[in-house]
T-cell receptor
Framework: KAGVTQTPRYLIKTRGQQVTLSCSPI?????VSWYQQTPGQGLQFLFE???????NKGNFPGRFSGRQFSNSRSEMNVSTLELGDSALYLC?????????????FGPGTRLTVL | AQSVTQLGSHVSVSEGALVLLRCNYS??????LFWYVQYPNQGLQLLLK??????LVKGINGFEAEFKKSETSFHLTKPSAHMSDAAEYFC?????????????FGKGTTLSVSS
């Protein structure tokens, strides 16, 4: 099976712009989670989608949003970009979205905000 | 609230030496516990996890970890380090009473292996 894929792999934006990142989970996986990784804050949970519904949300401002489509593919959007949004954004999928499930991570999208 | 502490942001060992990466958690109930590894420019890969049952868990690449409830710890070990083990390692927890897969990660430990 193909692994989790994320597009694009690299992105450069300027402050104030908005960006959309895409994640395709492993075939058959119904849960998709998003994480932000920065040198200062480490890995932080953004949100999780299961069956097209947001099930959990981390402590991030409303500028961060996401959605999941009927084929389980997910997108996350960041509006009004700030310099501090520069980070590696990781997507992970799991089969049934249970807290015991193994999450399979994609390679990430490296976002740079200038 | 749950939290994870990884003691030592950087650990250096010689090839063939014991690897010990420390992880302690803070939680009102024992969480589910995970160790992930991240190689440069890649995503995270699961090494092992503890959910229930035997407290000594064996994972991939010769790693193992032991859940010690009394010490709120889940330290990762490998008897003999290999150069290919050089990477960043993350300990993570999830809440057994919460639906969903949200993981809380430690800050990570970078493992260096010298020949």
């Amino acid at each position: 099976k193909a692994g989790v894929t994320q597009t694009p792999r690299y992105l450069i934006k300027t402050r104030g712009q908005q960006v959309t990142l895409s994640c395709s989970p492993i075939s058959g996986h119904r849960s998709v989670s998003w994480y932000q990784q920065t040198p200062g804050q480490g890995l932080q949970f953004l949100f999780e989608y299961f069956s097209e519904t947001q099930r959990n949300k981390g402590n991030f401002p409303g500028r961060f949003s996401g959605r999941q489509f009927s084929n389980s593919r997910s997108e996350m959007n960041v509006s009004t970009l700030e310099l501090g949004d520069s980070a590696l954004y990781l997507c992970a999928s799991s089969l049934e979205g249970r807290s015991t499930d193994t999450q399979y991570f994609g390679p990430g999208t490296r976002l740079t905000v200038l | 609230a749950q939290s994870v502490t990884q003691l030592g942001s950087h650990v250096s060992v010689s090839e063939g030496a014991l690897v010990l990466l420390r992880c302690n958690y803070s939680s009102s109930v024992p969480p589910y516990l995970f160790w992930y590894v991240q190689y440069p420019n890649q995503g995270l890969q699961l090494l092992l996890k503890y959910t229930t049952g035997a407290t000594l868990v064996k994972g991939i690449n010769g790693f193992e970890a032991e859940f010690k409830k009394s010490e709120t710890s889940f330290h990762l070990t490998k008897p003999s380090a290999h150069m290919s083990d050089a990477a960043e390692y993350f300990c993570a927890v999830s809440d057994p009473h919460q639906a969903g897969t949200a993981l809380i990660f430690g800050k990570g430990t970078t493992l260096s292996v010298s020949s």
